[in-house]
C-alpha cells in the first residue's frame, strides 16, 4: 500500500449491485471514463488504510460506475465494501490541459492580489452547487472564500506556487 499522501479520491462505492459483487461508485472525477481502463484501484476509508484491488470490470451508466474487483466477487464482500472510497495513485490521473489544474496542485499557492502584494495562501477548494470556490487563509488566520472564476481568478501558476487574485477586498468588507 502507498503512502497515504500518493492516493487521491476517485470515487464513492455507493451499493452492491446484483450477485457476483459488482459495486456503483459515485465518480468523484471529471474524467469518469477512466474507470473503464484503470487496471487496479485503491479501496478503504480514508487513504491510510486503503487496500489495492485488480479491476476485473468496469461499466458507465447514467452517471455512475460500476466496478467488479478481484476478492470482491460476491455480494456479501460486495457489501462489506459499500461506504468505502475508490483512490488512484497520483501517477494514474489524467493529464490536463495547461488551462487546468488537479486540486491538490492549487492548495498552498501563495495568493497574492493585481498589485503584487501577499493576501494569503489556498487552503482547500470546495465544491459548491453553481462552482469551485477557493479557500484563502489570511494572515490573521480568518479564510475568505473565493469563486474559482475568472472574473476573480487573474492567473494561476501552479510551477511558480501562486495564484493572482482580482478584486479580493470585495469578499472581506
Same mark, same amino acid.
Request: glycine share 8%; proline share 5%; aromatic share 8%.
Given at each position: 500500500m502507498p503512502s497515504s499522501e500518493t492516493l487521491f479520491l476517485a470515487g464513492r462505492i455507493l451499493k452492491p449491485r446484483g450477485l457476483k459483487g459488482d459495486l456503483k @461508485? #459515485?465518480?468523484?472525477?471529471? !474524467?469518469?471514463?477512466? !474507470? #473503464?481502463?484503470?487496471?487496479?484501484?485503491?479501496?478503504?476509508?480514508?487513504?491510510?488504510?486503503?487496500?489495492?484491488?485488480?479491476? @476485473?470490470?468496469?461499466? #458507465?451508466?447514467?452517471? !455512475?460506475?460500476y466496478i467488479r474487483l478481484q476478492g470482491a466477487l460476491d455480494r456479501d464482500m460486495a457489501e462489506s465494501l459499500a461506504g468505502s472510497n475508490l483512490y488512484v495513485q497520483e501517477s494514474d490521473l489524467a493529464e490536463l490541459p495547461p488551462d487546468m489544474a488537479w486540486i491538490h496542485e492549487l492548495v498552498g499557492l501563495q495568493a497574492f492580489d493585481t498589485d503584487g502584494a501577499e493576501i494569503g495562501v489556498v487552503r482547500d477548494v470546495l465544491d459548491m452547487p453553481a462552482h469551485q470556490v477557493y479557500e484563502i487563509e489570511v494572515a490573521d488566520g480568518k479564510r475568505v472564500l473565493v469563486p474559482a472564476l475568472e472574473e476573480f481568478v487573474e492567473e494561476t501558476d501552479v510551477t511558480g506556487g501562486r495564484i493572482v487574485l482580482k478584486r479580493f477586498d470585495e469578499f472581506t468588507e
Amino acid at each position: 500500500m502507498p503512502s497515504s499522501e500518493t492516493l487521491f479520491l476517485a470515487g464513492r462505492i455507493l451499493k452492491p449491485r446484483g450477485l457476483k459483487g459488482d459495486l456503483k @461508485v #459515485l465518480p468523484e472525477t471529471d !474524467f469518469p471514463e477512466r !474507470f #473503464l481502463e484503470r487496471k487496479h484501484l485503491y479501496v478503504g476509508r480514508t487513504p491510510a488504510d486503503a487496500v489495492e484491488y485488480e479491476v @476485473v470490470q468496469a461499466s #458507465l451508466q447514467k452517471g !455512475f460506475a460500476y466496478i467488479r474487483l478481484q476478492g470482491a466477487l460476491d455480494r456479501d464482500m460486495a457489501e462489506s465494501l459499500a461506504g468505502s472510497n475508490l483512490y488512484v495513485q497520483e501517477s494514474d490521473l489524467a493529464e490536463l490541459p495547461p488551462d487546468m489544474a488537479w486540486i491538490h496542485e492549487l492548495v498552498g499557492l501563495q495568493a497574492f492580489d493585481t498589485d503584487g502584494a501577499e493576501i494569503g495562501v489556498v487552503r482547500d477548494v470546495l465544491d459548491m452547487p453553481a462552482h469551485q470556490v477557493y479557500e484563502i487563509e489570511v494572515a490573521d488566520g480568518k479564510r475568505v472564500l473565493v469563486p474559482a472564476l475568472e472574473e476573480f481568478v487573474e492567473e494561476t501558476d501552479v510551477t511558480g506556487g501562486r495564484i493572482v487574485l482580482k478584486r479580493f477586498d470585495e469578499f472581506t468588507e
